[in-house]
C-alpha cells in the first residue's frame, strides 16, 4: 500500500537557504571588488585596448545586420536539434506515432528554411 506524502513548507527551507546565501555571496562580493579594487584613472587606463593591437579607427563604425541575422538563424536551428535528441533515444518506445509526429516537426522546419531562402535572409551582396 502506497501512501501519499505532503510535503510541508518546512521541506523548502534548504532551498530557500541556499538562494539566501547565493545572493548574499554575490553582494558581498560585488560590494568588496567595489571597495578594495583601485581607484585611480589615468588617460592609459581609459583607452580601449584590443587584445594586444594598436586601436584602429573608430570602434562604432556600423556594419551589416546580415551578420545577426545569420547568428541568429543558426542558433534557432541549432536549438531545434535539441529537441531531436529526445525522439531519437525513445524511437523504438514512440513507434509510428512518434515517427510522423517527427517528421510533423521536421516539415515545419523545411517550411521555415524555405521561407528563409525565399526572403534572401542568407544571401551575401
Given at each position: 500500500m502506497l501512501l501519499a506524502v505532503q510535503s510541508t513548507p518546512l521541506d523548502f527551507l534548504p532551498i530557500a537557504l541556499m538562494f539566501v546565501v547565493a545572493l548574499g555571496f554575490v553582494v558581498i562580493m560585488l560590494f568588496l571588488t567595489h571597495q578594495l579594487g583601485p581607484?585611480?584613472?589615468?588617460?592609459?587606463?581609459?583607452?580601449?585596448?584590443?587584445?594586444?593591437?594598436?586601436?584602429?579607427?573608430?570602434?562604432r563604425l556600423p556594419f551589416s545586420i546580415k551578420y545577426f541575422l545569420v547568428a541568429i538563424l543558426f542558433v534557432l536551428f541549432d536549438v531545434e536539434v535539441i529537441f531531436m535528441y529526445p525522439w531519437a533515444v525513445n524511437f523504438k518506445q514512440l513507434g509510428l506515432i512518434g515517427f510522423v509526429e517527427m517528421l510533423t516537426f521536421v516539415g515545419f522546419l523545411l517550411v521555415g528554411f524555405y521561407y528563409i531562402l525565399k526572403k534572401g535572409a542568407l544571401k551575401w551582396e
Open positions: 581607484k585611480k584613472k589615468s588617460k592609459v587606463k581609459l583607452e580601449t585596448f584590443e587584445c594586444g593591437i594598436e586601436v584602429q579607427g573608430n570602434a
